[in-house]
């Protein structure tokens, strides 16, 4: 498989951007790459979710008063995961944030957290909690990406991606927001960070 991994990344975009929207992700596109996986011999579909994962999956919110406000949220969201607990699970989502800032926290992660490796490559996890992201400046623009997810939410299995195709995967933009387009979320996000900054500096 190593020898062939560029030849993957490459069919896993094709398959991808062949059924995505121009709003983002949809079924078809989780269906592909859990066909890509199968085939890739790579599927993971963890019932027990582990802390530096990074997971993709179809999300709907079972609050009824998040859903009564009409907030915006992600339907296909790319998370990192930093907790896991009884109720749920959180971590960092990657779609909330633009492509270039999104690609420059995910590099920073990847260079400066440690890699906790599995079995085979493809279950290797890093070593990240909120302590972490929130302590180094480095990591500054993971604040409106911190989302909270419940159990009674998922609508699709969760997909644990393969480590040796994180970048390829965060770089497909495979969110839908729902009561809100993404240059909306992406400026959100953006007001939050510099909120953040302002703070520190005070």
Known sequence: MKENLSDKKNELIDLVEDTITGLGGTDASYSELLHFLVRMHALSR?????IGQLLFFKYLPTNERFI???????????ILITEVHRGGFEGINLHYIDSKIRTTLFNNIMENLVVIRG????????????????????????????????WQGLRKPPIAIPFQL??????????????????????????????SLVGKRK
């Open 46 to 50: 963890p019932k027990r979710l582990m």
């Open 68 to 78: 009564k406000a009409k907030k915006y949220y992600d339907i296909y969201p790319l």
């Open 119 to 150: 079995g085979e490559t493809r279950t290797n996890r890093i070593r990240i909690n909120y302590h972490i992201l929130s302590r180094f400046s480095m990591f500054r623009y993971f604040r409106p990406c911190y989302r909270q997810y419940k």
């Open 166 to 195: 994180w970048q390829t995967v965060e770089e497909l933009d495979l969110g839908l927001f729902r009561h809100a387009n993404k240059s909306k979320v992406y400026l959100e996000s953006w007001k939050t960070i510099r909120r």
